[in-house]
């Protein structure tokens, strides 16, 4: 596994958040990047998810060169479909990190702590249709390919891949 380590998103998370969510490339699979002006308000939201327990919001720490540094995240949390409580995963990465085995690593890790805590049950994850490295994160750890889906990200709607795994099943 890649040299990384996760930690719970915080205020300082702010500059990070501007870079995953307002960039038009690293949106181009998630229905297109945010404005700058909700930012602020999704990261609080996300910090108040964390530290209330309610989701796993991780921001991925890289172990090598500067120990501040922000590779992206991974996140964990559960929302309703169809009457029932469903858990997904969700990972970014920044630019200038993608391409090292990072984003793997990190979903990995973070699967390794839902299996070890014995919490989230079945996790599913949506990737973008032709999300190249995403789909390959799946199907590398393990994720059993369901089927498409046209999932909503931030009220925009996209064609998937519908893959999930119990944590237990990780490889
Ligand atoms: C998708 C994303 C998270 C991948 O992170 P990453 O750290 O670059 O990915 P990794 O280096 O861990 O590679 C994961 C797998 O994808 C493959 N891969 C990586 N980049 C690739 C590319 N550009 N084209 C094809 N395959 C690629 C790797 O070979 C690896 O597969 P392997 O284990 O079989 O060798 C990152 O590109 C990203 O954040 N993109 C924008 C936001 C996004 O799409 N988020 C995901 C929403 S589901």
Request: glycine residues 14%; hydrophobic residues 45%.
């Given at each position: 596994m890649r040299n990384i380590a996760l930690r719970e998103v915080a205020v300082s998370d702010?500059?990070?958040?501007?870079?995953m969510f307002c960039d038009?490339?690293?949106?181009?699979?998630l229905g297109g990047p945010l404005p700058r002006s909700?930012?602020?308000a999704k990261l609080q939201h996300d910090i108040?998810?964390?530290t209330s327990g309610r989701a796993w919001i991780c921001m991925i720490r890289l172990s090598r060169g500067d120990p501040t540094a922000v590779g992206?995240?991974?996140v964990l949390w559960a929302h309703e479909s169809h009457g029932m409580s469903i858990s997904e995963i969700g990972w970014m990465?920044?630019?200038e990190f993608q391409g090292r085995g990072i984003g793997k690593a990190a979903v990995r890790l973070l699967l390794r702590r839902a299996r070890d805590a014995g919490?989230?049950?079945?996790?599913?994850?949506y990737p973008g249709i032709t999300n190249t490295a995403s789909n390959a994160i799946c199907r590398t750890l393990g994720f059993t390919l369901a089927g498409r889906h046209d999932a909503v990200?931030?009220?925009r709607s996209l064609p998937t891949n519908h893959w999930h795994i119990n944590p237990i099943n990780l490889t």
């Open positions: 702010a500059d990070v958040y501007e870079r038009p490339t690293m949106m181009s699979g909700g930012i602020r108040d998810e964390a992206g995240n991974v990465v920044l630019p919490r989230w049950g079945v996790v599913h994850a990200f931030a009220g």
